[in-house]
């Protein structure tokens, strides 16, 4: 039955504003961008059609509710979307004449900042357009950010906050579970910039773009955008790239961008023109949602047609099984592709795919691979009942209202694989030469089924120099590393069992909580895990429901029998430095390295964080003369610059 034209806007609204949930709150993608755009450009032609705009429509609403985790602090001068076209002539139209500022529309997480008397103090994320959540100790840690700067009024700017391309496949690769990836650099940036404790955001290389100035207090800037950039860029911002464009020029800069963002490390989804005379811009207004001062262009996307070939379901440690579309090659923005991840279920069963179906492709940003529309709709792909791995049964799982596809069977080999790729890791048993690819080989020839027969390697010495890429010496390294990674600590382990929820960080809590005694750990309950600084009830019935499973257990036995976990060694004194908190940069002579000295101060009860601020007690630095911005800072507020030595010394710290 076809509905009609009010019942399509009601189901178009609750569409959109489902995906806004989804995409602005809770970091994860209902649709692709295209899509988005497409039912928003159909609801906005309803409703100029018709007359009806819903009170929640995502027309006359922006954004999605600021989350509960963070403060929330409404925004002086509320924060508008931007009118958008993908028409170039119809940008050049828009002109009328007059001077304009292009710039870059950056694709990260839009931040307010004020600064009072040269310092920052605050800063706060877009939300819903009237009232965003108060990051301003995250943003402190921004690599790009200037805390101080040399106006002294009040200044109020907004900009970008965005992780690179690079930095986004660096953090990415030194994350093994593939679910537990980030799907873009968007999500990723989101994430980080809204982060309750923010060492977490100093580790990700945020970066902020200025890209509008709203105030500065008593500045003249002769009614010049242009002169508001320059202005910026002497207070030590770094702002978008932009140029100077009129109606003659505007054309060949619009494609001087589309050249460079086939290689600009930054995430962009467009364009942004602003009138140079600020007079002018304001005096035109603003709808509902949008100001008359400024338009967004986006890219018109590359579409290629193509045939479906098939969907590759890819399991993953903990059962999450991933759709990959498989399609005949096409060339999109100069390359050949073949292959886009199609996400979940839901995205699945929303462009309701079936093998054979002619499909268009495009590449989300000029970068990401995307389906963007079925032309097909045969709806005829059947969700796997089997997983393709191991072949047990398969379950639909709703997390947050996206469907994923999940193998319930816990001796699937994938899980096996990832688990046994966790477990040798760097933050768990550090094992060398044991990549995916060796430990497949491993499992496959039965010479390996729990963590515990690594360290049995030694029987099947023969068979293993004899593996395709091994020898006698290959053979002999590998097991030296098994042999050195027999001693090891309880944290170490407790991390590489790859509990559900359970990071390196979280191994070391709860270790020092129980003193390093396993056998207490076994037999905690959720209600004592749940009271523990740091932990909570999340993790805590994770950690019970592993400990209470019998075939867990029994492993996890056999696997100590193999190991000689050493308890850090009491240091005298016991936990002397409770209360202090201490910042670690530069090179070390005592430690290999940072993580050395930060595992003797968290023994004796103190902290260490990636930044410094008025409560760090001391900041740890063996270049006292440094001109590092972490030295800087430290002699801004009066924190002492304390080499190794000196903080040895002075804390009482043996490390013979």
């Not at 690769?173 to 809204?194: H, M, Q």
């Not at 694989?417 to 039965?446: P, Q, Y």
């Not at 963590?451 to 049995?456: H, I, K």
């Amino acid at each position: 039955m076809q509905l009609s034209k009010s019942e399509r806007i009601k189901y178009l609204v609750d569409r959109l504003n489902q995906a806004n949930e989804a995409y602005y709150a809770r970091d994860r993608e209902m649709m692709s961008n295209l899509e988005y755009d497409t039912l928003y450009d159909e609801l906005a032609a309803l409703e100029n059609e018709t007359g009806i705009v819903l009170a929640n429509s995502p027309t006359v609403n922006v954004g999605y509710e600021a989350v509960e985790e963070l403060p929330r602090e409404r925004h002086e001068t509320p924060m508008l979307s931007l009118g958008k076209t993908k028409d170039r002539g119809e940008l050049q139209n828009w002109l009328q004449g007059n001077p304009a500022i292009m710039s870059w529309k950056l694709d990260g997480l839009t931040i307010v900042l004020t600064y009072n008397d040269g310092k920052l103090a605050k800063a706060v994320t877009r939300g819903n357009g009237e009232i965003g959540e108060v990051i301003t100790n995250n943003a402190r840690t921004f690599i790009n950010l200037p805390v101080t700067i040399p106006f002294q009024g009040q200044l109020v700017l907004r900009g970008e906050a965005v992780i690179s391309y690079s930095d986004f496949e660096k953090i990415n690769g030194e994350i093994l579970e593939e679910e537990a990836k980030y799907k873009n650099p968007r999500n990723l940036c989101s994430g980080s910039v809204r982060q309750l404790n923010n060492e977490i955001t100093a580790k990700r290389n945020v970066r902020f773009y200025a890209f509008s100035l709203v105030s500065a207090q008593g500045e003249d800037f002769h009614n010049s955008r242009e002169a508001q950039f320059v202005f910026l860029q002497e207070q030590g911002f770094e702002v978008v790239e932009h140029y100077m464009v009129r109606e003659d020029n505007i054309l060949q800069t619009i494609d001087f961008f589309e050249k460079k963002i086939q290689h600009y490390d930054i995430p962009s989804d467009g364009l942004v023109l602003t009138y140079e005379n600020i007079a002018y811009g304001e005096s035109l207004g603003r709808t509902a949602k949008f100001p008359r001062h400024s338009i967004a262009f986006k890219w018109a996307d590359e579409l290629r047609e193509t045939v479906l070939k098939e969907v590759e379901w890819s399991a993953s440690r903990t059962g999450l099984i991933n759709p990959v579309a498989i399609f005949e090659p096409v060339e999109l923005e100069g390359t050949t592709v073949s292959r886009a991840s199609v996400h979940n279920v839901s995205i699945v069963r929303g462009l309701r795919l079936g093998i054979g179906d002619r499909i268009t492709v495009y590449k989300a940003n000029m970068i990401i691979p995307q389906i963007a529309q079925n032309l097909t709709q045969s709806d005829t792909l059947e969700i796997p009942k089997v997983c393709p791995v191991c072949g047990g049964k398969t379950q639909i799982r709703a997390v947050n209202d996206v469907q994923s596809l999940y193998c319930t069977n816990e001796q699937c080999a994938a899980k096996r694989i990832k688990s046994f790729t966790l477990f040798v890791s760097r933050d768990a048993l550090n094992i060398d030469g044991l990549s995916e690819a060796t430990l497949e080989k491993l499992i496959e020839k039965g010479f390996v089924s729990e963590f515990s027969d690594l360290f049995r390697l030694e029987r099947y010495r023969e068979e293993i120099a004899a593996m395709e890429g091994y020898g006698e010496k290959s053979c002999q390294n590998l097991l030296d590393s098994i042999e050195k990674a027999r001693k090891t600590t309880l944290p170490r382990v407790i991390y590489g069992l790859g509990i559900a929820n359970i990071g390196a960080a979280n191994a070391k809590i709860l270790c020092r909580y129980f003193d390093y005694d396993l056998e207490r750990m076994k037999n905690a309950d959720v209600e004592t895990l749940s009271a523990i600084d740091g932990v909570g009830e999340v993790i805590a019935s994770a950690f019970v429901d592993y400990m209470r499973d019998k075939g867990n257990l029994a492993r996890l036995n056999r696997l100590m029998e193999q190991l000689q976990t050493e308890a850090p060694r009491a240091q005298e004194g016991g936990r002397t430095l409770e209360g202090f908190s201490f910042v670690i940069t530069g090179s070390l002579l005592h430690f290999a390295n940072r993580n050395d000295l930060k595992e003797i101060i968290e023994q004796k009860g103190g902290k260490v964080t990636g930044s410094v601020t008025g409560r760090t007690s001391c900041l740890i630095n063996n270049d006292i003369a440094s001109a590092s911005s972490k030295n800087k800072k430290a002699k801004e507020l009066g924190i002492p610059i304390l080499s190794e030595e000196d903080f040895l010394s002075q804390y009482g710290i043996d490390v013979k």
